[in-house]
Antibody, heavy 122, light 107 residues
Framework: QVQLQESGPGLVKPAETLSLTCTVSDGSVSSIGYYWTWIRQPPGKGLEWIGYVYHSGSTNYNPSLKSRVTMSIDTSKNQFSLKLSSVTAADTAVYYC??????????????WGQGTGVTVSS | AIQMTQSPSSLSASIGDRVTITCRTSQGIRDDLGWYQQKPGKAPKLLIYGASTLQSGVPSRFSGSGFGTDFTLTISSLQPEDFATYYCLQDYDYPLTFGGGTKVEIK
């Protein structure tokens, strides 16, 4: 079954850019109907949808983060990535990558990475 | 953005109890709602999509219902492995939004 694995620095300095990559195995990021998504969870809090990137490269971001977020996809490496600029302590969270299937009638996050903790601190 | 109101935020229950969690949305979302279970230190796990369709491999003691703005997740007979936090997610419109979570604890 599909597996997702996040990777990237666990510590980022304030005002710098957080960069994470999600590597997909046993599945293809080029598949139609799947939206490759980032979700985060601050310590002790709930889940926040950050946005998605589609195989075509099209993206959709949460308006609350839109000015700072960039997502991209590399079909040759079967990876997709997240960049979040100008980070502050409020961006400290566990970041999950996930696959969202959006083929009616199924809309759901069916596979998730294990999550990677990112701390913003000097 | 569609606001999600999930209740209760926490509950205590015993093994074998019937547990009900509700989620209300600020506007109608048809049946585009999912339920996810999260255990400490783990990624969320899909339980139900389309408000009432059980994901493959999920025990039948879990069920979901609702349409429009009011939704319910029911665990018919709580098992030890069900102690976790549960989240609803509206999958109808962007930005996708989650409920605040319901932590199910052992009584």
């Amino acid at each position: 079954q599909v597996q997702l694995q996040e990777s990237g620095p666990g510590l980022v300095k304030p005002a710098e850019t957080l960069s994470l990559t999600c590597t997909v195995s046993d599945g293809s990021v080029s598949s139609i109907g799947y939206y490759w998504t980032w979700i985060r969870q601050p310590p002790g809090k709930g889940l926040e949808w950050i946005g998605y990137v589609y195989h075509s490269g099209s993206t959709n971001y949460n308006p609350s983060l839109k000015s700072r977020v960039t997502m991209s996809i590399d079909t040759s490496k079967n990876q997709f990535s997240l960049k979040l600029s100008s980070v502050t302590a409020a961006d400290t969270a566990v970041y999950y990558c996930a696959r969202r299937i959006a083929v009616r009638p199924v809309y759901a996050f069916d596979f998730w990475g294990q999550g990677t903790g990112v701390t913003v601190s000097s | 953005a569609i606001q999600m109101t999930q209740s209760p935020s926490s509950l205590s229950a015993s093994i074998g109890d019937r547990v009900t969690i509700t989620c209300r949305t600020s506007q109608g979302i048809r049946d585009d709602l999912g339920w996810y279970q999260q255990k400490p230190g783990k990624a969320p796990k899909l339980l139900i999509y389309g408000a009432s369709t059980l994901q493959s491999g999920v025990p039948s003691r879990f069920s979901g219902s609702g349409f429009g703005t009011d939704f319910t997740l029911t665990i018919s007979s709580l098992q030890p492995e069900d102690f976790a936090t549960y989240y609803c997610l509206q999958d109808y419109d962007y930005p996708l939004t989650f409920g605040g979570g319901t932590k199910v604890e052992i009584k």
